[in-house]
């Protein structure tokens, strides 16, 4: 093969970027380059360039690598795959530019020596001619962190959007968001597009940013259009309009139409869809009412096409929380899967969506098809033969698009998944034509109303680079391409430099954050130029501090969010551009639910920082509530204050709260989950405080792929923030009414101890790198307990950060009376002591993977201080202490090596926590309190006792309120009776 290299013995510099001297000496390497090059996995090797190639220049113009190559005469370099492109393109980066330093990378070819040479295009743009920019500037980065301001992530809480849409800085926009790679299938088996490199995969890490995506850019009020499917559910169950579970209320007519529509095959009607007029006032529904075969998160989306005589549809989502609403304007999009967000869905008919035909416009509501939760691959290639057997989420965006736009629509052109012919190639594009195909530019043509953006992480031939870049196409970019490029990596890189305290690894910090090379995903030839592309390349998966990055919830979640602010700068920076420059805020903090003694619940909390990646400051809140603590309604505007009072909660009724802040940029993600259960007798007991708030890439959940085992960022299964409904639950099993609070709330002195009789302590996996108990808190819960107080505390490292490694030794030692014998149990059951309160404790499972909210990696082994008891063992030939219980005569305290939450049953946790608080807490009829329920009592609970319904006389008495109605009488009476034992004897009865 001949190659000729321009020789250049200087450096050039462009932008800050200084670049390597471009010498004769790259015709080494460049000659190693043309060896066959592995760059695509599955059916064998493809060479990076055809057989032939000759290398006719090589130049740095302008930070840019300018490269001509002379193809054999029999390829023409404007019919190229995009998967050949971007295989070429990544080869000679690797070459030229292994650190991805410069701005990119220009590459031509000509068919044969004498031909003109041309940009490598996957065929001729859809377009004839781009329009001219908008815009000549770069709209600048918000400003870093204050001076003086601690950065904090304010990313430790759940990711989860709120009920009801939020408004936001891009309500009335739509984001088409795509995710590289994934499941494809070769002339004879199924692969994975990149490899297996430091415990991850970007097949699969880019999908699992995309789950993150979706949740900020609809709090931000943007309509939502994922290309790779969300929400980390196998099941599905599709309705189309004429399928059973389909009902509708008033004037509906039967479409016609011939193309464009859904059609699942479960009924075949031969009706495409049915349309209702819009009115200002409702008039009609159509109800779609599925059978959900198990209780869970789903994603629910919507199918309808859009047209001139389309309007802003309302779609109202019935879940185990509420009904919530979104509004999709199908003036400007249509013909694929719309997100309508994650839901918690109870097994059985009781969800359903509900398409109204209000509207403020003219023209026709559609009732096509809805679809819940995004099931498994089906698609069957012929060269494997079979289908992937690997769900829809982690198949390649080429087989969503077949399945749903293909083998199940009707009318939708096949060019969208199927071009070249090789799947890997196809899948390139797919997202893009895709999207192109649901954008409905008639109705409007702004720029600012639409944009596309797709993740992926990098990965170069020397595993050093690191740090975010967004990518260019050099051949056929978009019209605003450049700054929508520059916009998004340099805030992200900015973001992630103001927050990386916050995680394991600094982040990188490059000369340049945009590259230019041959991107099938973001050009024009696939877009036909309708909205402005970018492809962010998050991090390199093939660095080691990258990839530990990469694997941290908290970073997924801080990309996602510095996306949705990035793209909120270049929206705002376009010609006529009515999207405001507002971010929306951080998360609530130090959050707190407690009883007011006349029952009512004070739900408190403070300020969320604020500050570039932080967002702009909260202007107002809203509370949310729910049933179940997953499953919660449209919560309630309460307005800028930090306290609110609700005094609607059901006596003996557990509820769960949660809290989030507004701006004009829209809702912050929400706080941990509250929990509160309020007893007639408005007596709050206990005081349930949440101490978990570790996200690691250690809790990751291990899954084995063929490839070998890889870690995964999924939120729910490292820390979902509501493990107050298994410690919630539990405790109102057993009668006794309790309060919650963040532990920073208890810390910060918003929530006193002593008004407690117990506190129940969650730490979950909290500890190694994250304390289980500050400083503060420790001498908090020492006071607490000094005082007469009670407590329960479990984590699976509490003894190891505390008595091992040595943050609160003497606090573990001589206030809990514990001691670690070992950081890892080896084991994942446990059975109640012999001769303890827990003895009637079975042998049960903890902490499995599948089962138990997380997996439990390496539970304590917690023996007993002198005066303390083991009270619960890990099961085994020699049995290992598990938690122990230890009674001072001034307070007790029972400490667990595991976390309570992840026992497997609901009748073990209620049944281990009921013997708990038997064992803490003073006998309810102890009416004064000194250890005994003899005459004195009496006297007390004599003085109350008026009777039924009557409300017991004096402020004391609503401890005599024994069975929590509301009333002293004979029951309680009874109930009085029962504990009754004399004086100096320790009380019968709880």
Known sequence: MHISCSEQNVSRTSRGVRFLVVTAACCAVFIALFAPAVVMAGDGIVKALPAGTQV????????LAQIDLTLPADVNPTTLSDGQIEAIYAALADAVDPDRESLGLVVRGRAGVGGDYAPLSSGPAVAAEQPER??????????????????????????????????????????????????????????????????????????????????????????????????????????????????????????????????NGVTASGVPYRYATAEATESATARYTPTIPTTDFYPVYCWTRDDDDCVRQTYRVAHSGGVAEVVIDHRMVGKGWIWLGNYYLLAGTDNYVEITNASPDTGVVIADAIRFGNGMGDIVRPGPGTISGYAREEECAKYWAQSEAGNNAVGMPSSIWGNSGDDGSDNVGTSARWAAAMNRQSYNNDRWRRAYIEY??????????????????????????????????????????????????????????????GYGAISTYNNDNEFDATLIEVAFHDQPEDAANLLNPTVRAAVARSTVQGLTIFLNSLSGSTVPLAFAPSPPEDVSA???????????????????????????????????????????????????????????????????????????????????????NRWARVLLVNGFDRVARIEDPTETIPLGPQKRPLWRQVNSFDYTVQHGSAIAAAGIGFDSSSNEAVADEMVSLAAYEAVVWILGEEGDADVTFSATEQAVVTAFLNGGGSIFVSGASIGTDLDLQGNGQAFFENVLGANCLSSFSSSNAVEGAVGTFLAGVAQTPFGLAGVAPYWVQAPDVIGPQPGAVTVINYPGRIKKSAGVAYDTGVYKAVTFGFPFESLHSDAVRDQVMASILDYLLECAADLDGDGDVDLADFGIFAGCFNGPNRIPVGSNCGPADLDSDTDVDLADFGMFSACFNGPNRPAACN
């Open 56 to 63: 006719d220049r090589l130049e740095w113009i302008d930070g």
């Open 594 to 680: 407690v009883h007011d003694g006349a029952g009512n619940v004070i739900v408190s909390w403070s300020t969320p920082p604020s500050g570039g990646a932080l967002g702009d400051p909260a202007t107002g809140y809203k509370v949310y509530r729910s049933p179940n603590g997953y499953g919660f309604d449209n919560g309630t505007a309460v307005g800028d204050v930090l306290t609110t009072t609700l005094t609607d909660i059901p006596a003996n009724t557990t509820v769960y709260l949660r809290v989030a802040a507004t701006n004009a940029g829209g809702e912050s993600m929400p706080t941990e989950a509250m929990a509160v259960c309020v007893p007639s």
């Open 134 to 263: 908008e815009t000549d500037t770069v709209a600048e980065a918000q400003p870093l962190t204050p001076a003086g301001q601690e950065a904090t992530t304010s990313l430790g809480g759940p990711t989860a959007h709120g009920g009801t849409q939020p408004a936001g800085a891009l309500s009335g926009v739509i984001v088409y968001a795509a995710a590289g790679h994934g499941w494809t299938a070769s002339s004879s088996a199924w692969y994975l597009q990149r490899p297996l490199m430091e415990d991850m995969n970007e097949d699969y890490g880019n999908v699992d940013q995309l789950h993150y995506f979706v949740q900020y850019l609809y709090n931000a009020g943007a309509t939502v259009v994922p290309f790779r499917p969300v929400g980390w559910q196998t099941i599905e169950v599709v309705l189309d309009n004429d399928d059973p579970g389909v009902t509708y209320t008033g004037t509906w007519g039967n479409s016609t139409a011939g193309a464009e529509y859904y059609e």
């Open 456 to 517: 992926h992480t990098n990965a170069t031939g020397n595993h050093l680079a690191q740090g975010t870049i967004s990518l260019i196409s050099s051949s056929a970019p978009t019209t605003n391409q450049e700054a929508f490029a520059t916009i998004t990596g340099e805030k992200m890189e900015a973001d992630m430099l103001q927050l990386d305290d916050e995680f394991e690894y600094p982040w990188g910090d490059r000369p340049t954050n945009i590259y230019a090379g």
